[in-house]
């Protein structure tokens, strides 16, 4: 069973920390981004998500939800799966969507990413 609460290290060596995940599925915890729109450290924004479990012999998806509000107009909304290799590793794949505020409604097309 892949277990979603914990600590994540991705390929830009961002860390995510998830606490317990809810019997009905809801966590939250923090993201630490080594990555930042304005270029920078690392820093720490609230997430929030939900795993929804899988039917027999699938592996979980889930969704959630990062704020950068402490040092960027922007939130980041993710969707993925998680999976456990033969010899028990466990690997999260997500899609995200990042929103950043712009000026006006001319600017739509350049605020998602």
Not at 9 to 37: C, H, P, W
């Amino acid at each position: 069973q892949c277990q979603l609460s914990g600590l994540w290290r991705n390929e830009q060596d961002s860390l995510m920390d998830i606490s317990a995940v809810s019997d009905d599925g809801d966590f939250q915890g923090k993201y630490l981004t080594r990555v930042t729109l304005a270029g920078g450290c690392t820093r720490a924004s609230p997430l929030k998500g939900a795993q929804q479990q899988p039917g027999e012999g699938g592996w979980p998806t889930f969704t959630f939800n990062v704020r950068w509000d402490k040092f960027s107009n922007a939130t980041t909304a993710f969707v993925g799966q998680c999976f456990v290799d033969a010899g028990g590793k466990e690997t999260l794949t997500t899609m995200w969507l990042l929103r950043e505020a712009v000026r006006s409604l001319e600017e739509d097309w350049k605020a998602t990413r």
